[in-house]
């Protein structure tokens, strides 16, 4: 069964700073992977997703990931964070074109100004 | 752009009671995914359906129920509600697109008291 790992739990960043979210997966083909990112009490957003082609996949508000087979991951970077960026960040994986999404624990990005 | 809907967004019941949510996916989505959040945890997948018949299973306890409707929304229905099963409630839908992006709705808040 496919499994995603976040390793960071909490992140704390300043505004203006870079950011880079790690997220490895563990699935012997190449999966279908999506960021998503949740504000609290909030609904998912889809931020970006890769499922073929090009590595380095750009999403919705200035982020970006890259998918590294050699290493199973799909970390996400912004090259200058701002305060409304703070939120729990998840890493999905799903396995085919209509399968359920298995999610990472998350990661709980605070911008400090 | 239309999104998911989710009805209703916020519902408090007693234990042992009954509760129906409902999940209006993007028009044209023909598959509808419900997962639970739990306090401080990833989203779980329950249940999904494909063209009004179930399609994946997740950890879904017996007591909660789903179908699909022929206008392609869809109902969860729980029955002898327990303290723990106090959650967000996402619903999820995708097209045809062949990327599985799953777009969510913005949840139903259950607290059972």
């Known amino acids: 069964a496919q499994s995603v790992t976040q390793p960071d739990i909490h992140i704390t960043v300043s505004e203006g700073a870079s950011l880079e979210l790690r997220c490895n997966y563990s699935?012997?083909?190449?999966?279908?992977l999506f960021w998503y990112v949740q504000s609290p009490g909030q609904g998912l957003q889809l931020l970006l997703k890769?499922?073929?082609?090009?590595?380095l996949v750009q999403g919705i508000k200035g982020f970006e990931a890259e998918f590294k087979r050699s290493q199973s991951s799909f970390n996400l970077r912004k090259p200058s964070v701002h305060w409304s960026d703070a939120a729990e960040y998840f890493c999905a994986v799903g396995v085919t074109a209509v399968s359920k999404l298995t999610f990472g624990t998350g990661t709980r990005l605070q911008v400090t100004l | 752009a239309a999104g998911v809907i989710q009805s209703p967004r916020h519902l408090i019941k007693e234990k042992r009671e009954t509760a129906t949510l409902k999940c209006y996916p993007i028009?044209?989505?023909?598959?509808v995914y419900w997962y639970q959040q739990g306090p401080g945890q990833d989203p779980q997948f329950l249940i999904s359906?494909?063209?009004?018949?179930?399609?994946d299973k997740g950890s879904i306890p017996d007591r909660f129920s789903a179908q699909q409707f022929s206008d392609y929304h869809s109902e969860l229905n729980m029955s002898s509600l327990e303290l723990g099963d106090s959650a967000l409630y996402f619903c999820a839908s995708t097209g045809t697109s062949g990327t599985n992006t799953q777009y969510f709705g913005p949840g139903t808040r259950l607290t059972v008291l």
């Open positions: 890769y499922f073929s082609g090009d590595t």
């Open positions: 028009p044209r989505h023909d598959t």
């Open positions: 359906f494909y063209e009004k018949m179930q399609s």
């Open positions: 699935y012997g083909a190449t999966p279908y």
